[in-house]
């Protein structure tokens, strides 16, 4: 059967544990047509501070993917373009310690597939 946005739904974020949910998660890779699903059950069911991510006021996350090169340089999307942002004023708020990825380790390996994430947004002030 081929998986649509709307089977994945509900095969992953109806009535879900999302402890169990991030477990089954970790280290797969999206398929595009999969991502508007993705974004939307994270954002739906998502509690950060079930994770001891401070949550900020305005109940909002950002969801995205995120990329290292072999050079170090670290590459951001927000999963609705394909455009990867690698100037690092543009990713530099996601490097203080209000964030949670769902990669128990981190940011992707060069030469891995990307990695999709959750991340606690910080008060809108900060990201001026």
């Known amino acids: 059967m081929v998986e649509t946005a709307s089977n994945f739904r509900f095969k992953h974020f109806d009535r879900v544990n ?9 280290g797969t890779s999206i398929e595009s047509q999969q991502e508007a699903a ?17 949550q900020p006021s305005n109940r909002e ?7 290292v ?11 609705n ?17 209000n964030y949670l990825f769902i990669q128990p380790d981190g940011w992707a390996v ?10 606690c947004k910080e008060p809108r002030r900060s990201l001026s």
């Open 81 to 97: 373009a394909a455009t990867y942002f690698r100037d690092k004023n543009d990713i530099k708020w996601k490097l203080g310690s």
């Open 110 to 119: 060069a030469d891995s597939a990307d990695s999709c994430f959750y991340l």
């Open 38 to 54: 993705f974004v939307r059950g994270i954002l739906h069911y998502f509690d950060g501070q079930l994770l001891g991510c401070n």
């Open 18 to 26: 999302l402890t169990n949910f991030f477990e089954c998660s970790l």
């Open 61 to 67: 996350y950002l969801v995205g993917r995120i990329f």
């Open 69 to 79: 090169g072999k050079d170090g340089s670290k590459s951001w999307s927000n999963c």
